[in-house]
């Protein structure tokens, strides 16, 4: 099977939030593996901040639509949790701020995709 086939099959066989999940769970296992670099290895330290902004920054957009459909409240979340970890990634960089509140907050976004937690 080709590579695109095979892309093709897995969007179809995921749900948006299940894709969303996996995309969550890559950029924050980039994130844990920048962390845990040297300081000196910028490069792989920017890479990974800079993918987990995109990632904000296109939630961020999407709730900016009007046709979004989900709450205004939860969308006006979304756009400042965006503005939030911009300023923090900038902080990152600086040496000011440690990756874990990244982490944490896209640890806490799987957590709120992976839906409820299994009763006992």
Not at 30 to 36: G, R, S
Not at 46 to 60: E, F, G, K, P, Q
Not at 75 to 97: K, N, P, T, W, Y
Request: aromatic share 6%; with cysteine; charged share 25%.
């Amino acid at each position: 099977m080709s590579l695109q086939a095979y892309k093709t099959a897995a969007t179809r066989a995921e749900s948006p939030r299940e894709m969303e999940y996996r995309l969550f769970g890559q950029v924050t296992r980039a994130l844990m593996d920048a962390a845990a670099t040297e300081k000196t290895d910028i490069a792989k330290r920017i890479d990974a901040l800079d993918w987990n902004r995109r990632v904000w920054s296109t939630l961020s957009t999407a709730c900016s639509d009007p046709s979004n459909g989900m709450s205004h409240a939860v969308r006006a979340q979304i756009i400042s949790l965006d503005l939030f970890i911009s300023r923090h990634s900038s902080a990152v960089m600086r040496g000011e701020e440690d990756f874990e509140t990244l982490i944490d907050i896209n640890r806490m976004i799987m957590q709120g995709l992976a839906g409820p937690s299994p009763t006992a």
